[in-house]
Antibody
Framework: EVQLVESGGGLVQPGGSLRLSCAAS????????MNWVRQAPGKGLEWVSY?????????YYADSVKGRFTISRDNAKNSLYLQMSSLTAEDTAVYYC??????????WGQGTLVTVSS | EIVMTQSPATLSVSPGESATLSCRAS??????LAWYQQKPGQAPRVLIY???TRATGIPARFSGSGSGTEFTLTISSLQSEDFAVYYC??????????FGQGTKVEIK
C-alpha cells in the first residue's frame, strides 16, 4: 500500500524557517518524481515544488516560493523534504506531498499544517 | 501559466440526482486534464485523468469529457459520499501544474 506521511509542520514566526518531511512507503520511491502542494485555509490547491526521480536533477518551484523554499529528497531514506525560509503569513497552509504518477498526482499524504504568525 | 476556471463555485444537488461540473483552460491542454475530489479534512484523491479515464477504484458514476479548453465532470446519481469539493488540474504545460479554484457540491 502506498503511503505518504508528512511531518514537521507547526507554528513559526514571520521571517522564520521550517523543514517539512514526507516519509514514503509501499512503492519504489526513487523511481517517482515528487511534489509539494499546499492549501491555504479555506482556499484551493496550489502547486509548490517538484523534484525528479533518482538523480534529483530537475527541480521546479512556484514563483511564489522561488528563492525561499528548497526541495530535496533522500532516496536511501525514502524521504522528501521542503526547507522553507523567510516565511510570511501567505505561506500559512496545509502542505501535502504528492507522488507524480504517469500523468497526474496519483497519491497524496494527509498533509501537515504550517502556521506563520507572531 | 495556464489558468483553470471552474464553474459553478457551488452546486446544490439532491441525492440521486446528477451533477455537471465545468472546467475551462485559458489555452489548450489537449486531454491532459485531471479531476480530484476533496472531502473536509482529507487529502485530494484523483478521480479522472486524461480528461476521461477513471482512476483505479473510482465508481462508474463519475465520468469526464472534453478536450482542448473545455472539460466536464459528470456525477450521475449522487451518493452521500460524493458531496465534496472537486478540482480540475492541467498537466499539459508545466511547470506550473495549475488547479481550478474548485466546485463545492453540496446537498440541496
Amino acid at each position: 500500500e502506498v503511503q505518504l506521511v508528512e511531518s514537521g509542520g507547526g507554528l513559526v514566526q514571520p521571517g522564520g524557517s521550517l523543514r517539512l518531511s514526507c516519509a514514503a512507503s509501499g512503492f519504489p520511491f526513487s523511481s517517482y518524481s515528487m511534489n509539494w502542494v499546499r492549501q491555504a485555509p479555506g482556499k484551493g490547491l496550489e502547486w509548490v515544488s517538484y523534484i525528479s526521480s533518482t538523480s534529483s536533477n530537475t527541480i521546479y518551484y512556484a514563483d511564489s516560493v522561488k528563492g525561499r523554499f528548497t526541495i530535496s529528497r533522500d532516496n536511501a531514506k525514502n524521504s522528501l523534504y521542503l526547507q522553507m525560509s523567510s516565511l510570511t503569513a501567505e505561506d500559512t497552509a496545509v502542505y501535502y506531498c504528492a507522488r507524480r504518477g504517469m500523468t497526474t498526482f496519483d497519491y497524496w499524504g494527509q498533509g501537515t499544517l504550517v502556521t506563520v504568525s507572531s | 501559466e495556464i489558468v483553470m476556471t471552474q464553474s459553478p463555485a457551488t452546486l446544490s444537488v439532491s441525492p440521486g440526482e446528477s451533477a455537471t461540473l465545468s472546467c475551462r483552460a485559458s489555452q489548450s491542454v489537449s486531454s491532459n486534464l485531471a479531476w480530484y475530489q476533496q472531502k473536509p479534512g482529507q487529502a485530494p484523491r484523483v478521480l479522472i485523468y486524461g480528461a476521461s479515464t477513471r482512476a483505479t477504484g473510482i465508481p462508474a458514476r463519475f465520468s469526464g469529457s472534453g478536450s482542448g479548453t473545455e472539460f466536464t465532470l459528470t456525477i450521475s446519481s449522487l451518493q452521500s459520499e460524493d458531496f465534496a469539493v472537486y478540482y480540475c488540474q492541467q498537466y499539459n504545460n508545466w511547470p506550473p501544474w495549475t488547479f481550478g479554484q474548485g466546485t463545492k457540491v453540496e446537498i440541496k
